[in-house]
């Protein structure tokens, strides 16, 4: 069993920053990738980035390519999320997912577990 926790949600202004991080806990190891995604009201979850633990690839969706940034720290078994010049659309309630088979990063259904999400409000 892995927990998840997240934390650094908040209200932000658009153009700001946020670092948002979940942190692992139980049976980490065999850990293959871990993912932030999010969901707002009325709207289904959605994918926003993702990390290969060993090799360290990224992926992201296009909308955050070039404000967010997702890294990892090995020792501190932490997944973060950077996000810089955030917009109105980005507000949601952000969940971190971990996965130990993940083929494809972008379908939550590849992740085994969840974090309880933290939610980030960024306004106008």
């Known amino acids: 069993q892995v927990e998840l926790v997240e934390s650094g949600g908040g209200l932000v202004q658009a153009g700001g920053s946020l670092r948002l991080s979940c942190a692992a806990s139980?049976?980490?190891?065999?850990?293959?990738?871990m993912g932030w995604f999010r969901q707002a009201p009325g709207k289904e979850r959605e994918f926003v980035a993702a990390?290969?633990?060993?090799?360290?690839?990224?992926y992201y969706k296009d909308s955050v390519k070039g404000r967010f940034t997702i890294s990892n720290d090995n020792d501190k078994n932490t997944v973060y999320l950077q996000m810089n010049s955030p917009k109105p659309e980005d507000t949601a309630v952000y969940y971190c997912?971990?996965?130990?088979?993940?083929?494809?990063?972008?379908?939550?259904?590849?992740?085994?577990?969840w974090g309880l999400g933290t939610q980030v409000t960024v306004s106008s």
């Open positions: 990390i290969r633990w060993t090799s360290t690839t990224t």
């Open positions: 139980g049976r980490t190891s065999g850990r293959h990738a």
């Open positions: 997912a971990a996965g130990r088979e993940v083929a494809v990063v972008f379908h939550p259904g590849q992740y085994n577990y």
